[in-house]
């Protein structure tokens, strides 16, 4: 069952104090002689009052029309006069301010020009009485017309912030799942390129030479270890509970020959500068890259030589991988090889540059900056 209102329980409390207050007048109205607008006049009055909501301006006008025409020819003197004063505020509350504040003055004039007449009906004090209620429910229809709208603003502010939050909240896990999947495909892809290249050479070294065969089952099987660390890693962001403490990948700058003996390629290393104090979130991109690079020599170049070097100097740490192999040039739009490179370049405000040589193969240069934040791209 639908509930009344407030604004109707008010205006049936005032329809029944109005209602009331005239049976009492016509019960004891003494020497006065009530007529048919004694009792017409309220009950259109006390009616349209119910229809102030929808209808403000109208229901004020007619309200005024009726108390004006009552107190002039009725025989009883009634409290109908409380129907403009809830009139007026409700034109007001619902920004009729103007039509609330024109109409009200009308009638104070009006009253003032009946008053000049020679018969005085109301003396001094409630005259002006009648106008000070009837710029109060003006001004306190004004006032709560004010309160809802900014009640609605700050409702709306909070809407609109936690709209922002969640799609915030969005993109980050957007962020972070293509973090994620950069993270696996570099650690996946890597290792398993390169345990496919130990897997080859064991098994020509089974029928020439068994000796080579162990070593690389032996790297195999290091490389696997390493896989399945880094891995745990990786997937155990998705449960890391403190995201402020970064922690340090499995392999690392400081270990780099570790790094490019996984590889199964031949690599010269030039270093220049100290590896073993770079910040994490450097060192884990300076590692990504180098093992992508890597893994791009050895699937796409046609070669099993390269060249690495790191130069860290001045507040920056520039990588290079090159080979001079006859391979064709990587394609970066069949995966996320040198797109989640350069990616990894750009989160640390740095660059990543990657193209054939002129002299042939191919050359990947990266500049990692040590002292620009990241801004969360692992």
Same mark, same amino acid.
């Given at each position: %069952?639908?509930?009344?209102?407030?604004?109707?329980?008010?205006?049936?409390?005032?329809?029944? !104090?109005? &209602?009331?207050?005239?049976?009492?007048?016509?019960?004891?109205?003494?020497?006065?002689?009530?007529?048919?607008?004694?009792?017409?006049?309220?009950?259109?009055?006390?009616?349209?009052?119910?229809?102030?909501?929808?209808?403000?301006?109208?229901?004020?006008?007619?309200?005024?029309?009726?108390?004006?025409?009552?107190?002039? =020819?009725?025989?009883?003197?009634?409290?109908?006069?409380?129907?403009?004063?809830?009139? $007026?505020?409700?034109?007001?509350?619902?920004?009729? &301010?103007?039509?609330?504040?024109? @109409?009200?003055?009308?009638?104070?004039?009006?009253?003032?020009?009946?008053?000049?007449?020679?018969?005085?009906?109301?003396?001094?004090?409630?005259?002006?009485?009648? !106008?000070?209620?009837?710029?109060?429910?003006?001004?306190?229809?004004?006032?709560?017309?004010?309160?809802?709208? =900014?009640?609605?603003?700050?409702?709306?502010?909070?809407?609109?912030?936690?709209?922002?939050?969640?799609?915030?909240?969005?993109?980050?896990?957007?962020?972070?799942?293509?973090?994620?999947?950069?993270?696996?495909?570099?650690? /996946?892809?890597?290792?398993?390129? %390169? %345990?496919?290249?130990?897997?080859?050479?064991? /098994?020509?070294? $089974?029928?020439?030479?068994?000796?080579?065969?162990?070593?690389?089952?032996?790297?195999?099987?290091?490389?696997?270890?390493?896989?399945?660390?880094?891995?745990?890693?990786?997937?155990?962001?998705?449960?890391?509970?403190?995201?402020?403490?970064?922690?340090?990948?499995?392999?690392?700058?400081?270990?780099?020959?570790?790094?490019?003996?996984?590889?199964?390629?031949?690599?010269?290393?030039? &270093?220049?500068?100290?590896?073993?104090?770079?910040?994490?979130?450097?060192? $884990?991109?300076?590692?990504? @890259?180098?093992?992508?690079? &890597?893994?791009?020599?050895?699937?796409?170049?046609?070669?099993?030589? !390269?060249?690495?070097?790191?130069?860290?100097?001045?507040?920056?740490? %520039? @990588?290079?991988?090159?080979?001079?192999?006859?391979?064709?040039?990587?394609?970066?739009?069949?995966?996320?090889?040198?797109?989640?490179?350069?990616?990894?370049?750009?989160?640390?405000?740095?660059?990543?540059?990657?193209?054939?040589?002129?002299?042939?193969?191919?050359?990947?240069?990266?500049?990692?900056?040590?002292?620009?934040?990241?801004?969360?791209?692992?």
């Amino acid at each position: %069952m639908r509930r009344p209102s407030t604004s109707t329980i008010v205006s049936l409390v005032v329809i029944a !104090a109005t &209602l009331v207050g005239v049976a009492v007048t016509y019960a004891f109205g003494g020497a006065e002689q009530p007529n048919a607008l004694d009792l017409v006049l309220p009950i259109i009055g006390c009616g349209v009052l119910l229809l102030r909501e929808r209808y403000p301006v109208g229901v004020l006008i007619l309200v005024m029309v009726v108390v004006a025409v009552y107190y002039r =020819y009725a025989g009883l003197d009634g409290p109908l006069a409380i129907l403009p004063f809830v009139a $007026l505020y409700t034109a007001a509350d619902r920004g009729h &301010l103007t039509a609330a504040i024109a @109409i009200g003055a009308a009638s104070v004039l009006g009253m003032g020009i009946g008053e000049t007449g020679g018969v005085r009906h109301v003396d001094n004090s409630l005259f002006l009485m009648i !106008a000070g209620w009837e710029v109060a429910a003006i001004a306190f229809g004004g006032v709560t017309r004010n309160r809802r709208a =900014y009640l609605r603003a700050v409702e709306q502010r909070a809407l609109e912030a936690e709209r922002s939050k969640e799609e915030e909240a969005r993109r980050r896990a957007s962020e972070e799942r293509l973090r994620i999947a950069r993270e696996l495909h570099d650690v /996946l892809g890597h290792n398993i390129s %390169m %345990m496919n290249v130990q897997a080859a050479a064991a /098994l020509h070294g $089974l029928k020439k030479r068994p000796e080579d065969a162990e070593t690389a089952l032996r790297t195999i099987k290091d490389t696997s270890k390493e896989t399945l660390r880094e891995l745990r890693t990786t997937l155990g962001v998705l449960r890391q509970v403190d995201e402020d403490a970064p922690t340090r990948p499995a392999g690392s700058l400081a270990r780099v020959d570790a790094l490019v003996a996984a590889s199964g390629l031949e690599v010269r290393t030039e &270093l220049s500068g100290p590896l073993d104090a770079v910040p994490a979130e450097v060192d $884990l991109a300076a590692v990504r @890259i180098i093992s992508e690079s &890597l893994t791009n020599v050895s699937r796409h170049s046609g070669t099993t030589q !390269a060249t690495l070097t790191i130069n860290n100097a001045s507040g920056n740490i %520039m @990588i290079c991988v090159e080979d001079d192999g006859p391979g064709a040039t990587y394609d970066e739009g069949s995966g996320f090889g040198l797109q989640g490179m350069r990616e990894r370049a750009t989160a640390l405000g740095g660059t990543l540059e990657a193209g054939p040589r002129a002299e042939g193969g191919f050359r990947v240069v990266a500049h990692l900056p040590l002292n620009q934040p990241s801004n969360g791209a692992g």
